[in-house]
Nanobody
Framework: LRLVQSGGGLVQPGGSLSVSCEVS????????????IAWFRQAPGKEREGVSC????????YYTDSVKGRFTISRDNAKSTVYLQMHSLKPEDTAVYYC???????????????????WGKGALVTVSS
């Protein structure tokens, strides 16, 4: 699979921004609906962390505590695109954001696991005045 990210950029604290991730290269009869989706981020000097994920089988959704109520993960299966909408952004949200997909629910069993099979190249989000 190929994951192409777009969005990101510079935003002031309290602002909003979206990042998207278009997925292509599915086998015949397979769609994005057959995949668990996730967003990760890596801030400068820090380890990559799981931000949010949606389980393939039942739609169970996870958000890390620091983004609950501010970020929304979604997917448009017809467009094969995954989205992360971010509101009330804080300087500590500054990071490179990565989308990821995997055919297994395991990678969104309780939190996003970084061993997912397919990854985007990342999009920089900078929150600064």
């Amino acid at each position: 699979l190929r994951l192409v990210q777009s969005g990101g950029g510079l935003v002031q604290p309290g602002g909003s921004l979206s990042v998207s991730c278009e997925v292509s290269g599915f086998e015949p009869t397979i769609t994005l609906a057959d995949y668990t989706i996730a967003w990760f981020r890596q801030a400068p000097g820090k380890e990559r962390e799981g931000v949010s994920c949606v389980r393939r089988s039942d739609g169970w959704t996870y958000y890390t505590d620091s983004v609950k109520g501010r970020f929304t993960i979604s997917r448009d299966n017809a467009k094969s695109t995954v989205y992360l909408q971010m509101h009330s952004l804080k300087p500590e949200d500054t990071a490179v954001y990565y989308c990821a997909v995997d055919a297994s629910d395991y990678y969104c069993s309780s939190y996003p696991h970084s061993g997912m099979d397919y990854w985007g190249k990342g999009a920089l989000v900078t929150v600064s005045s």
